[in-house]
């Protein structure tokens, strides 16, 4: 089945700058990769997903990258503000599959 | 418009009791999932149900839990007897479009400690 492996587990940046959460996957079948957040008390939130049939997706000051050959696919946020401290969670399923396949999370911080 | 609710929020109890979680799925999903996550790992997928028929059970770990969704509106999660492993955060989501790449909503979850 389908395995995702999700790095760092824990991301501490300033204030203002940029955080990278990182993930890989091990299923070539796989085509459909959506990044949650989760913040205190709260269930994971959509912010941002991206299809194999596209390498980049931006959506204001957060992107996800796509590489299919290497199987890896990266979360990108700009101008970290203190509201993006939550865990992160990548994700990948493919088409006919029920479930998502998540990663293990990674606690950003964003440091004042 | 109504969110995915779950209940308890929490929930403690012995080794050996029996403890049932409830999913009320936004109106009108038809899909309705079932994730948990153990502490400091990955959220795992549980099942999948379609109204009221069972898609996909492939993620139920035993024989100890049994999921149900009658009428196919909210839907149940019973473990029963409950082990120490079985503790961890059970989460609900609901999507109206089939598969993951649908639309998850999901609930807040409810965090189920077996002592």
């Known amino acids: 089945g389908e395995n995702v492996e999700q790095h760092p587990s824990t991301l501490s940046v300033q204030e203002g700058d940029s955080a990278v959460i990182k993930c890989t996957y091990s299923?070539?079948?796989?085509?459909?990769f959506p990044w949650y957040k989760q913040e205190l008390g709260k269930g994971p939130q959509l912010i941002i997903d991206?299809?194999?049939?596209?390498g980049e997706k931006k959506d204001q000051r957060i992107a996800v990258t796509l590489n299919k050959t290497a199987k890896h696919f990266s979360l990108h946020i700009t101008e970290t503000q203190p509201e993006d401290s939550a865990v992160y969670f990548c994700a990948a399923s493919k088409r006919g599959a029920d479930g998502l396949t998540f990663g293990k999370g990674t606690h950003l911080i964003i440091q004042p | 418009e109504a969110g995915v609710t779950q209940f308890p929020s929490h929930s403690v109890i012995e080794k050996g009791q029996t403890v049932t979680l409830r999913c009320d799925p936004i109106s009108g999903h038809d899909n309705l999932y079932w994730y948990r996550r153990v502490m400091g790992k990955e959220i795992k997928f549980l099942l999948h149900?379609?109204?009221?028929?069972?898609?996909?059970e492939s993620g139920m770990p035993n024989n100890r839990f049994l999921a149900e969704r009658t009428g196919g509106t909210y839907s149940t999660l019973k473990v029963q007897p409950a082990e120490l492993e079985d503790s961890g955060v059970y989460f609900c989501a609901s999507s109206q479009d089939l598969g993951p790449s649908g639309g998850y909503t999901f609930g807040s979850g409810t965090r189920l400690t077996v002592v």
């Open positions: 991206i299809r194999s049939n596209v």
């Open positions: 299923d070539s079948a796989s085509n459909y």
């Open positions: 149900f379609v109204k009221e028929s069972k898609q996909d």
